[in-house]
């Protein structure tokens, strides 16, 4: 055994094997290190086999113990050592031992999607650590918990969870045929995951929710939602979902009523104008200055004075400066990045208005977009809005703002052709998987 699979491995320096023997027993051992759980191997293995003096005894150990097992596939040697696993050899008879490490023991907090009144665990690397943090916030024995592999050489665990009695079969049949289809060599990250799921490539907004809280996963659950988890990834997949579901926070299931409905305006609010505001600013410097009171009007044209050339070009600087800022608030080092970029953003503003590139106006323009785009909880939903928004300044400087009109109207007729699964992106009331749902707890009620 040890030789077949040393020549399979092309005899790695990471990789021990050794022939043991106490006087009884002869046993061939081979193992990672790096993958594996030493401390377990010499509890679980080594000690045993040591003061093991009666070879029936120690089969009866092997047989009562679930981490041991045959290896009798022999064409499954190598990948069952790649996943940490150590396999022995007693006589003719090969055993596999599973002790992989386990890197995390305990959850991680949240850092992209912070609640102050919610719990702060978040998910982990570590996939079955992740199922049970979810199952314990969603502690129904109608939870299933399916395990694929995905990836020709990660080879890779995601489970799919979800409520049997809740779930809608066909996003269910839907999700398991694209997951049989999926060919992808390495799967390191969810957002991969996402990507091959989603199917068309050149869609404008995301179909999956991407989340790190197991208290939201829980709450989709309860919707009759399915929900992906990865191994080796701090971040599950939620399925089918809409529009609604990528504006909703955490907060607004903890906060009172009245309150979480306001702040659930606001963030609508935020997006418009994200998606807007650069817009309109070009269509009514430019083309239609009526809108506005005359007091405004001269305001803006004031500001303006000393700008030399047309608003479009305003617009672009300015939406490019706080585009880089961003991107050098996620790339530099976080003990520095905000510190870079507050300053550098306080001091690029108030130089390039003195300087007559831009007009106070825009300056301000600028502030709100960027603001209100950090207002959308999610963050690929955010860079969906943040992309969309150039379409409207490329529309509003051809057409004004009948070109931001029109192009709102496409806007919302491309959200009702969106499907997430089979189920609609832009459905205001309860979709079939919900109302199942919902009939289903009040079916629970009345009993």
Known sequence: MIERIRAELNNPADLFYDTLDNGYIQMEVIYFPSLCDLALIKNGLTVPYSYCFNPEEFDRMLNSNPAFGKADHSEHWTSLLLKGTVLFQIEEQVYRFDVQRKFQDKPDTVQVEVAIQGPQSALTEDLDLNISLVRVRYNAPSLCVETHTIGQISNTRVSVLYDKDLVNEDVLGLLNERISTIQIKILQAA?????????????????????????????????????????????????????????????????????????????????????????????????????????????????????????????????????????????????????????????????????????????????????????????????????????????????????????????????????????????????????????????????
Not at 238 to 263: G, I, Q, T
Request: proline share 4%; aromatic share 12%.
């Open 191 to 447: 957002g991969q995951l996402m990507q091959s799921l989603s199917g068309r490539r050149h869609r404008f907004f995301p179909i999956i929710l991407q989340t790190e809280r197991p208290d939201r996963i829980a709450a989709m659950l309860e919707r009759g939602k399915i929900a992906l988890l990865q191994d080796g990834s701090r971040f599950g997949l939620v399925l089918p979902v809409r529009l609604f579901d990528f504006l909703h926070a955490m907060d607004d299931d903890y906060e009172s009523y009245w309150m979480s409905k306001c702040l659930v305006l606001l963030r609508y609010f935020a997006m418009l104008l994200t998606i807007t505001l650069p817009a309109l600013y070009i269509a009514i410097v430019s083309y239609n200055p009526e809108v506005l009171r005359v007091q405004l009007t001269l305001s803006i044209a004031g500001s303006r004075v000393v700008v030399p050339y047309p608003s479009f070009i305003e617009v672009f600087i300015m939406l490019f400066m706080i585009e880089a800022l961003n991107e050098a608030s996620l790339r530099l080092p976080r003990y520095v990045g905000s510190t870079a970029t507050t300053v550098g953003g306080l001091i690029l503003g108030q130089a390039i208005q003195q300087a007559g590139l831009v007009s106070s106006i825009m300056i301000i323009v600028t502030s709100v977009v960027a603001i209100s785009n950090f207002v959308i909880p999610n963050n690929g939903f955010g860079y969906s809005v943040r992309f969309v928004k150039y379409i409207f300044v490329i529309a509003a400087i051809f057409f004004g703002l009948l070109g931001v009109v029109v192009l709102g109207f496409i806007l919302i007729t491309y959200w009702c052709s969106l499907r997430s699964f089979g189920q609609p992106y832009l459905a205001f009331y309860i979709p079939k998987l919900e109302a199942k749902a919902h009939h289903y707890n009040l079916r629970k009620g009345s009993k």
